[in-house]
């Protein structure tokens, strides 16, 4: 099948109880809520607006498999060193999901599998470039470092201020208005119900005794009350709130990030762009379009938190854009948006069930689009069969935050 599915309204009223809660219907929810349905277990999927509005439907669709060391706090540690490695054997066993995504929901996530060049513009952003591909060596992912003539010639479009590059030929980028709206079509065709325009506005915990079969949690909304046995946090940029609703704490912080689209211009550019350390993605779409992203910011507006664009970023995006492919310098800009993304304080996803409020569970990553699918299904895999997956890293612990 081809486009985004269809589902169906899915505005009945409220079941009075499932065994699991999922709240937050973009990429980590849907995938959550089809995985665990897939294995037969009672899911209802709670999101307050749409699904795949937030984060999941706005981001540039990326699939990162190269470390992005500016984005780490390391400091050269032999700890930072194990993350880092530790990170890129993950980035591999992403990819091995994306792969047989398109197998696994019967549909088409437009995973093209471009390549990917992360470009550095100063000496020292080169020594770093050699750094990283070396760690990638060691977690076994291919990436090769390009200077000079070879990568004049393997890389014409780029600009003279371009040193070196590093080049990983898995990378690519897949559609975010398909995938979670994938995930979303499939688990509800394994039973999950998927109810949207709900909001979850308070979680109260219930005193049981233990082996009552009683439920642990009523999950309050604007629709009515929802009794859970268990609780999925997928609420993205909003899962701290969502977790403090039973008193925890999440590392986490919110940010509007911005996205640009140009005019379609001839096919120039087939692999994905990254700098490694300037705020830069890059890519041509397959309709000919550049998609210029990268972390450019945009102005927080509290309420309703939105995130309105900001011309600065935008401006600034794109000059970094014509820095690395100068061929950009006359394309129009025909669209800029923001969206909103969660980034976890130390750089570690918060994956995993709390050992102090048994029963919750989170499901929060910042390079979300590319991870969140991943961890949504070890995650769905531990809540099925408890104990027969290796547990997750302490580094992703829900409660690490909370005091
Ligand atoms: C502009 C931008 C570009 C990005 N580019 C990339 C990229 O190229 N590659 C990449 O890998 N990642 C990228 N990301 C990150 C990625 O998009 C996110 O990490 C990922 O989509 C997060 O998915 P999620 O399901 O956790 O959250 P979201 O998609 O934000 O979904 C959370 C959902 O929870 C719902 N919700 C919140 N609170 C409540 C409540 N109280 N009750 C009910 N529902 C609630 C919201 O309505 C929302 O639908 C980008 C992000 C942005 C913003």
């Known amino acids: 099948m081809n486009g985004v599915p269809l589902l169906g309204p899915s505005r009945g009223p409220l079941p009075a109880e499932t065994d699991v809660a999922v709240i937050g219907g973009g990429i980590a929810g849907a995938a959550m809520a089809f995985y665990l349905a897939r294995e037969g277990v009672e899911v209802v999927l709670l999101d307050r607006a749409e699904l795949n509005r937030e984060a999941s439907g706005t981001n540039a669709g990326s699939f990162h498999l190269q470390l992005a060391i500016h984005q780490l706090s390391g400091k050269g540690t032999d700890t930072d060193r194990d993350r880092l490695l530790a990170d ?16 696994e929901l019967d549909g088409d996530v437009e995973l093209h599998e471009t390549g990917g060049w992360m470009v550095a513009e100063t000496p020292e952003q080169v020594r770093l470039l050699h750094e990283k591909h070396e760690l990638e060596r060691l977690a076994g992912i291919e990436t090769e470092v390009v200077e000079g003539s070879e990568l ?7 600009s003279e201020r371009v040193l070196a590059a590093t080049y990983c030929p898995v990378e690519g980028h897949a559609n975010p208005l398909i995938v979670a709206p994938l995930y979303a079509a499939r688990a509800a065709e394994h039973g999950a ?16 005794r233990p082996g009552s079969g009683a439920h642990r949690f009523t999950v309050r ?17 909003w899962s ?46 397959s ?41 950009l310098a006359d394309a129009r800009v025909v669209r800029t948006w923001s969206g909103v993304i969660v980034f976890t304080d130390d750089m570690n996803p918060v994956v995993g069930e709390s ?25 769905a895999e531990q809540m099925t069969a408890p104990g027969k997956h290796d547990p997750f890293p302490d ?3 829900v409660d690490r935050a909370t005091a």
């Open 287 to 327: 309709v000919g379009s550049f998609i210029i992203g990268g972390g450019w910011p945009s102005r927080a507006v509290p309420g309703p938190r939105r995130y309105p664009t900001q011309w600065q970023s935008a401006a600034g995006n794109v000059t970094v854009a014509v820095d690395i492919v100068p061929a």
């Open 240 to 285: 701290g709130e969502v977790a403090q609703m039973v008193g925890l704490r999440l590392p986490v912080r919110s940010d509007g990030l911005h996205v640009n689209v140009t005019e379609r211009r001839p096919r120039l550019l087939t692999p994905m762009v990254q700098h490694i350390g300037r705020r830069l993605t890059l890519k041509q779409s």
């Open 221 to 237: 909304t604007d629709h009515g009350d929802l009794r859970a046995h268990r609780v999925v946090d997928c609420a993205g940029a």
């Open 193 to 208: 119900e998927l109810r949207t325009g709900v909001a979850v506005q308070g979680i109260d915990r219930v005193e049981r």
């Open 395 to 397: 580094r992703y612990a």
């Open 88 to 103: 890129a054997r993950l980035s591999l066993e992403a990819y091995g999901l994306w792969q047989q995504l398109d197998r």
């Open 355 to 379: 050992e102090r409020v048994p029963g919750f569970h989170v499901c929060v990553a910042s390079t979300g689009f590319t991870f969140g699918p991943m961890f949504a299904r070890q995650l």
């Open 152 to 158: 004049r010639e393997r890389a014409p479009f780029f």
